[in-house]
């Protein structure tokens, strides 16, 4: 079992209201992901990180920003939220050096802006 | 990084072995075959991952041609808790360089009773 947590699981906000989706990780992971992904659409990579320090925009434009200032940690911000925010979040971690670089998900952020 | 193509869905019955096949017609020496499984409102979770030939775990096996520009994951007899979306993703392993993987939208499996 994987040992990548989210909270909220569910967020319902109102439009314009900063809100930070909370991403750790126990497993020691380097590298760490943020995806969007609607009820049954393609899941969208819009951040990640190699490790401290380091982040990198995804293949999706995004208006949220991340940080990452300890190995366990990834938040994902949205300064102001719209409804076009309304999705599914979800974030991964992934240890290159343990061979396969299998990415652990977490259970998701499903968020509603209202 | 090597473009996958995967057939949008597949219908199967419970007890069946199901075959789904991954198209990546460009793919370079030192990427891997690597698929993912997901179900409704979780994250995708990995199945497994080869290079060449075949290879087998407890839940499926992964047949790899020569060629390598495609791949089939099979999954022996299905039952109903397989009804998930398949990602194939192809890819080099411990990539640095700033391309990263991208899921795609995957294989839609049904199984039926």
């Known amino acids: 079992e994987a040992d990548i947590y989210q909270t909220p699981r569910y967020l319902v906000i109102g439009t314009g209201k900063k809100i930070t989706l909370e991403c750790s990780q126990t497993?020691?992971?380097?590298?760490m992901y943020w995806y969007q992904q609607d009820p049954g659409m393609e899941l969208h990579l819009i951040h990640y990180s190699y490790g401290v320090n380091s982040t990198e925009k995804g293949d999706l434009s995004s208006e949220s920003t991340v940080s990452r200032i300890r190995t366990e940690h990834f938040p994902l911000t949205l300064e102001s939220a719209r409804p076009s925010h309304t999705s599914q979040y979800l974030c991964?971690?992934?240890?290159?050096?343990?061979?396969?670089?299998?990415?652990?998900f977490g259970p998701g952020t499903r968020l509603t802006v209202t | 990084l090597a473009k996958t193509t995967q057939p949008i869905s597949m219908d199967s019955y419970e007890g069946q072995e199901v075959n789904i096949t991954c198209s990546h017609n460009?793919?370079?020496?030192?990427?891997?075959i690597t698929w993912y499984q997901q179900f409704p409102s979780q994250g995708p979770r990995f199945i497994i991952q080869g290079y060449k030939t075949k290879v087998t775990n407890e839940v499926a096996s992964l047949f790899i041609p020569a060629d390598r520009k495609s791949s089939t994951l099979s999954l022996p007899r299905v039952s109903l808790s397989d009804t998930a979306v398949y990602y194939c993703?192809?890819?080099?392993?411990?990539?640095?360089?700033?391309?990263?993987?991208?899921f795609g939208g995957g294989t839609r499996l049904m199984v039926k009773p």
């Open positions: 497993m020691g992971h380097d590298k």
């Open positions: 991964a971690s992934s240890e290159p050096a343990a061979g396969s670089d299998e990415q652990y």
């Open positions: 993703l192809v890819g080099p392993l411990n990539n640095n360089a700033g391309n990263m993987l991208t």
């Open positions: 460009n793919i370079a020496t030192n990427d891997y």
